[in-house]
């Protein structure tokens, strides 16, 4: 089992990753003394999969389990499922010592984060993220949030977990479709910061879409690592350090709720089309070289992921992009690619430009 420290002071944890470490979720958790009452938030496809050895593992360590199932899509990520959630714990807690437990990928992760956030003006948490995606990105950091119709995550909390336990084995179960996903927010990593993680997945990407194990378990470590580091340098990101973990979700954000959150496209996908467009527009600035923007467009061509939407309005992107909460006094705001390891956070990019890099990473019908 490998060890990152995010270091915040007092709300500092550890992220753990390793094989087959959720049997160890139960004494973990009593190694925080954090509560004798474990409320874990998944769904209802993880709990049939996970749910005995989850119980095993806190009744050894001395804590109840009590689990609470939420929709199994980005509409969990909403004020009626996080009502019905805060009263059906209310409920239960009577005379216990509750913790959450955060069982799932980044919807769950954001609905179970928020939900300790607010619940008796905070509780404890911990991650367990189920997907690469969520193990690379959305469990670490403590952005916890739900949706509005308008926009994504416009109600939330920084609000930093206990512990994250990632368990590189459950990502053995992911459809290709979601190993695509992660490997989405993977690439984000190499382009925002690490130009070896960039080559390596640019000759191994075909091992972590094959569930290789030794492939996932370097681009989990690479990509946690340069998480932590970014969080750590800018927790409730106010500084202008963190906003670089935003590269390719600008537009990746507005594509899912010009969508509806229907699941046309998931947040992996929304990720890489924003990429490319925030490749686009930096290119059309004079900030970046064309062969570094080749390269970001062949990876995530190569890897299968989509580089233009199809079936949503430009006007509703446009639309959707207004409400970004990273845009100031009125003023845009993206994170550009300069080279590969390196990019740049532009404001006041030309409305002109961005439609046109919207426009070219949409496709008619």
């Known amino acids: 089992m490998k060890k990152i420290r995010v270091s915040l002071g007092d709300r500092s944890y550890d992220i753990l990753i390793g094989h087959g470490i959720i049997k160890n979720a139960g004494a973990i958790s009593r190694s925080l003394d954090i509560g004798k009452d474990a409320v874990i938030v998944t769904n209802k496809t993880l709990a049939g999969l996970y749910r005995k050895p989850l119980e095993r593992s806190f009744a050894k360590a001395g804590i109840t389990a009590r689990f609470e199932l939420v929709p199994d899509s980005e ?21 216990r010592s509750i913790f959450i437990v955060a069982f799932g990928g980044g919807v769950i992760g954001d609905l179970a984060g928020f939900t300790a956030a607010i619940y008796k003006r905070g509780i404890p948490y911990i991650q367990i993220p189920t997907t690469l995606l969520a193990q690379v990105d959305s469990s670490i950091g403590g952005k916890t949030a739900i949706d509005l119709p308008v926009a994504k995550n416009l109600i939330g909390a920084f609000y930093q977990p206990r512990a994250v336990i ?128 080749g390269r970001i467009m062949c990876l995530i061509k190569a890897a299968g992921l989509p580089v233009a939407a199809k079936g949503v309005r430009l006007s509703r992107v446009y639309n959707s992009l207004l409400h970004d909460k990273k845009f100031a ?26 439609k046109k890099a919207i426009q070219e990473v949409i496709k008619k019908g």
């Not at 997945?201 to 290789?212: A, D, R, T, W």
Request: charged share 25%; no cysteine; glycine share 8%.
């Open 329 to 354: 006094a009125g003023r845009n705001r993206f994170v550009l690619p300069v080279k590969i390891g390196h990019v740049k956070t532009v404001s006041g990019v030309p409305v002109d430009t961005v």
């Open 75 to 95: 509409k969990a990520k909403s004020l009626i499922v996080l009502t019905r959630l805060l009263q059906r714990i209310a409920s239960y807690d009577k005379n």
């Open 166 to 293: 990632s368990d590189i084995s459950i990502t053995g179960s992911l459809s290709l479709r979601q190993v695509k996903n992660g490997l989405a927010e993977i690439i984000k990593y190499g382009v925002i910061k690490d130009p070896r993680l960039f080559s390596y997945l640019e000759k191994n990407y075909k091992k972590i879409l094959s569930h290789n194990k030794k492939a996932l378990e370097y681009a989990v470590l690479s990509s946690a690592a340069i998480k932590a580091r970014t969080v750590e340098a800018d927790e409730f990101d106010n500084k202008g350090r963190r906003v670089i973990l935003n590269f390719g979700h600008t537009v990746g954000h507005a594509i899912e709720a010009a969508s509806e959150y229907a699941g046309k496209y998931d947040h992996g996908e929304a990720v890489a089309i924003g990429m490319i467009a925030a490749s686009r527009i930096g290119l059309e600035l004079g900030l970046a070289d064309s062969r570094d923007i």
